[in-house]
């Protein structure tokens, strides 16, 4: 879950932990949904307005693809 504006860097990493291939510089990243969630090819997500995007990585030297839903919404004020 991100806010409207806000940042995140994915938390994807390749196996086996020793991998030389881990980085996010090493995975093809993409949002289904750019009007809502954008990934840069760092893998850091930003919110760009209320909604559902799935954000994929493929990572490059294996093709398997790793897929991470993300919901953008505002944030709720608890009235205090």
Do not use: C
Not at 34 to 49: F, K, L, P, Q, W
Not at 63 to 74: A, D, E
């Amino acid at each position: 879950w991100l806010s409207v504006g806000s940042q995140k860097s994915s938390a994807i990493t390749a196996t086996p932990s020793n991998s030389t291939y881990r980085s996010a510089s090493w995975f093809d990243w993409e949002s289904d949904n750019t009007s809502v969630a954008t990934v840069d090819e760092n893998g850091r997500i930003t919110g760009i307005s209320s909604g559902y995007a799935l954000i994929t990585a493929v990572h490059k030297p294996t093709g398997k693809t790793y897929n991470i839903p993300v919901v953008i919404g505002q944030m709720l004020s608890n009235g205090t």
